[in-house]
């Protein structure tokens, strides 16, 4: 601690430094510069206009960021999260990256979207059921246009259902639709009922 006291700054101060030289640095190198939305809500107005933010905590940064100006990545904990057991299906594929992002310019600056798994609650035996098929829900929600987009989950039930059995005919352990993440078939029978 005394060394940055020494040169006039506290904890936050250091970060700041470091991040925007570790930016400088990167784009010296011709290095694309990604900035969990941390160092945004810390310090936005000072990040690289070329910085790519990813939103990981939480609704509403996105459209914080495109409106200064900056590129973003939207993976919301509370929708895109793999090892949140308890988000659905459903909710993967209604999470909607340009929530109150109406701008077509701002639009644009949002690159997409990824869907993240964290360690703390798999392991070997339950990765496959845990990531299939909510994250096919939102590659979906991704790669489809927004005008060709099913306004309601079930209207995409059968089609992900499908995808499922192919999964599990090809050995991927995909957990059945209904239920939350990386849950037990009801009964057993077809993956097409489950």
């Known amino acids: 601690m005394c060394r940055l006291h020494k040169h006039g700054l506290n904890e936050s101060g250091a970060y700041e430094y470091f991040v925007l030289r570790a930016q400088k640095i990167a784009l010296s190198h011709g290095y694309e510069i990604i900035n969990w939305e941390e160092t945004f809500n810390d310090f936005g107005n000072k990040l690289s206009p070329k910085t790519v933010v990813h939103n990981w905590l939480g609704g509403g940064v996105a459209q914080q960021v495109v409106a200064a100006g900056l590129r973003c990545i939207v993976s919301n904990q509370d929708k895109w999260y793999l090892d949140h057991l308890d988000t659905t299906w459903q ?18 600056l949002v690159l997409g979207g990824e869907v993240c798994m964290w360690g703390e609650h798999i392991d070997g035996s339950d990765l496959e059921q845990t990531i299939w098929p909510r994250a096919a829900a939102a590659a979906e929600r991704l790669w489809t246009p927004y005008d ?15 995808f499922r059995c192919l999964l599990n005919q090809r050995g991927v352990a995909a957990a059945p639709l209904a239920g939350p993440g990386r849950v037990a078939p009801e009964e057993p029978g077809s993956c097409y009922k489950q």
Not at 96 to 106: A, M, R, V
């Open 91 to 108: 909710q993967f594929y209604m999470n909607e990256p340009l929530t109150n992002i109406t701008n077509p310019k701002q639009q644009r």
């Open 148 to 162: 060709k987009l099913a306004k309601n989950p079930s209207q995409v039930t059968g089609r992900l259902a499908h």
